[in-house]
Nanobody, 124 residues
Framework: QAQLVESGGGLVQAGSSLRLSCAAS????????MAWFRQAPGKEREFVAG????????AYTDAVKGRCTISRDNAKNTVYLQMSALKPEDTAVYYC?????????????????WGQGTQVTVSS
């Protein structure tokens, strides 16, 4: 069974850093684009960052650009989201997702696999 499992979330103070991990298992996602989404209470799920699995092309939403870096480790079949200078508005459940095809998309409906999410809470 293919699955994605997120980890690395927690409660942190504003200005601190976190690294989220998304471990894939059950199959290789070498030819899948990967992405991070987040969803805060009362808000729709939004795109955070995406990466072309077979390349280094990445994309970020303006809200995190300059503060977050998405990366991958093909040997570990894992995708990361390094987050710094965290703000209270970054508080959300963060999900990793995968879609068949080379390129990421910003619409969550375009993704085939989802993790259960990891909670990130940033306090003032």
């Amino acid at each position: 069974q293919a699955q994605l499992v997120e980890s690395g979330g927690g409660l942190v103070q504003a200005g601190s850093s976190l690294r989220l991990s998304c471990a894939a298992s059950g199959r290789s996602f070498a030819n899948y684009a990967m992405a991070w989404f987040r969803q805060a209470p009362g808000k729709e799920r939004e795109f955070v960052a995406g990466i072309r699995w077979s390349g280094n092309n990445t994309a970020y939403t303006d809200a995190v650009k300059g503060r977050c870096t998405i990366s991958r480790d093909n040997a570990k079949n894992t995708v990361y989201l390094q987050m710094s200078a965290l703000k209270p508005e970054d508080t959300a459940v963060y999900y990793c997702a995968a879609r068949s095809g080379t390129y990421y998309r910003t619409n969550p409906n375009d993704y085939d696999y989802w993790g259960q999410g990891t909670q990130v809470t940033v306090s003032s």
